[in-house]
C-alpha cells in the first residue's frame, strides 16, 4: 500500500476524523484487497468502544403499504404487482412473543409508510411490547412523521428509531424520492435525536450517479449529525421500479464503507444489513470483519418475508437459526451478546417536546 494511503489511514485511527479531501482520496484509492490496514484499525477501534460483542436485532416487518413511491423500493406506491398486507396488533405481538423465547432483546418494527398504523395503535402496541416483554428494546423503522407522532411513540416506549436519510446529494434524492424532500427527511432525524430516541441515519450504496465525491460528503454528514446507529447498504435493483435496470451497488465498497465509518463514529451501532447479507453469503463476516458490530436477521413470518419486497431474494431466517448464527460470529472471531445492545454512551434520556 502507498505511504499516503497508509499515512491517511494511521491518522484517521488516531483523530477519528479526515477532512473531505482526504476521504475523498481513501475513497477514490483504497481497493478491497488493499484494504486489510483499514480494516485492522476499524476492528481495533470497535473493540476499544464495544469488545467483541455482536448485538443481535429481530426484525419484523408488519405492514408494505406505502404511501412513497422511492425510485429503487419494490414497496413503492405504484408497484401494482406486489400483494398488499397488514400485519393485525395480534400477530406482531406474537412475532415478538417468538424473537422474545428465541432470545432476543431488541425488536425492529419496519414498515412502509402506512398511516393505517395512528400514533395510537402503535402507541398500545408499544405499551404492551413493554408490559409483556421486560427487557425487550423497541426500534422502529416506519418513515416519515410529525414530531407529535415520534413523541408520543417515544412516550409509549419506543426506544430507538432507523429512519436512513437515504443520500445526502440532494439532487439524487429529490430524483429518487418522488414529491419527497431532504430537508424534512433531515428535520425529522433532528427531531427523533432531540425527542431522545437512539437514532439511526445512513444511505444506499450504488445508486446511479453516486460518485466518490458524494460518498465523501456522506461519510462527513454522518460525521457531523453523528448519529446512534448508521445503516448502509448495496442498491439491489427491483425489476418492477425505475431503477430495475442498473447495477446493484457493490458489496466490498459497501464493507470498505462500513469501516470508515466505524474510524469517524468510534461509538456507534453499525449492523451488516440485509442487503449486504442477501448479495453476499459471506456477508456478516464481511462486515463484522470490518467494524460491524450489529446483525439483524430479518424473522418476520415467512410469508411477510416473501411479501415485503423491497427487493428480490431478501435473506431471512426463522427464530430456530439462532445457534447457526452464534456459530458464524464465533467463527468470524466475535462472541454473540444477547442483551438490548444499546449505544454505549446512552441511556434513556427524558423526552424533550
Ligand atoms: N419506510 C421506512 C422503511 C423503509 S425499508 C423508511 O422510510 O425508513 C428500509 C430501507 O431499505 C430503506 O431505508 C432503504 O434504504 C432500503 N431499501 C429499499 N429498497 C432497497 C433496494 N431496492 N435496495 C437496497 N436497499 C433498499
Redesign the pocket.
Known amino acids: 500500500m502507498e505511504k499516503k494511503l497508509k499515512g491517511l489511514l494511521a491518522k484517521l485511527y488516531r483523530k477519528n476524523f479526515l477532512e473531505k479531501p482526504e476521504l475523498l482520496y481513501l475513497l477514490e484509492n483504497i481497493t478491497y484487497r488493499d484494504a486489510g490496514l483499514l480494516f485492522a484499525y476499524a476492528r481495533k477501534t470497535r473493540v476499544k468502544t464495544y469488545q467483541r460483542k455482536v448485538y443481535l436485532r429481530s426484525v419484523v416487518e408488519f405492514s408494505n403499504h ?1 404511501r ?1 413511491n ?1 425510485w ?4 413503492r406506491r405504484e408497484n401494482k404487482k406486489v400483494e398488499r398486507y397488514r400485519l393485525p396488533p395480534e400477530t406482531i405481538l406474537a412475532c415478538c412473543a417468538s424473537a422474545y423465547q428465541a432470545g432476543y432483546r431488541t425488536i425492529v418494527l ?4 402506512d398511516e393505517f398504523y395512528t400514533a395510537a395503535v402503535l402507541a398500545d402496541l408499544i405499551q404492551t411490547i413493554k408490559r409483556e416483554y421486560p427487557g425487550m428494546a423497541v426500534t422502529l ?4 412523521a410529525s414530531r407529535e407522532k415520534y413523541y408520543r411513540l417515544y412516550q409509549a416506549g419506543a426506544d430507538r428509531f ?3 436519510h ?1 443520500t445526502i446529494a440532494t439532487d439524487l434524492y429529490e430524483r429518487y424520492h418522488p414529491g419527497m424532500n431532504l430537508q424534512q427527511r433531515l428535520q425529522c432525524l433532528k427531531e427523533l435525536k432531540e425527542i431522545g430516541f437512539q437514532t439511526g441515519a ?3 450504496v450504488g445508486l446511479p450517479g453516486q460518485t466518490n465525491e458524494i460518498l465523501a460528503e456522506e461519510l462527513l454528514f454522518l460525521t457531523e449529525f453523528s448519529p446512534d446507529m448508521v ?1 448502509i ?6 425489476p418492477e ?1 425505475p ?1 430495475g435496470k442498473s447495477p ?2 457493490s458489496v466490498e465498497k459497501t464493507v470498505i464503507l462500513l469501516a470508515l465509518i466505524r474510524l469517524l463514529l468510534p461509538e456507534v451501532l453499525l449492523p451488516v ?1 440485509t ?1 449486504v447479507n442477501t448479495l453476499d453469503k459471506y456477508g456478516w463476516e464481511k462486515g463484522l470483519a470490518a467494524g460491524a458490530n450489529v446483525i439483524m436477521p430479518v424473522v418476520s413470518p415467512a410469508e411477510c418475508r416473501r411479501k415485503y419486497e ?2 428480490k431474494n431478501k435473506a431471512g431466517v426463522d427464530y430456530a437459526a439462532l445457534p447457526e448464527i452464534k456459530k458464524r460470529v464465533e467463527n468470524a472471531g466475535f462472541e454473540l451478546d444477547m442483551s438490548r445492545g444499546d449505544h454505549c454512551k446512552r441511556l434513556r434520556p427524558a423526552a424533550i417536546i
Open positions: 406505502c412513497n422511492c429503487y423500493c419494490g414497496i419496519q414498515s412502509g409508510e423503522s416506519i418513515g416519515e432507523l429512519l436512513r437515504e445512513g444511505f444506499i445503516g447498504g448495496p442498491l439491489i435493483p427491483h421500479t431503477l446493484a451497488g444489513t442487503a423491497i427487493y
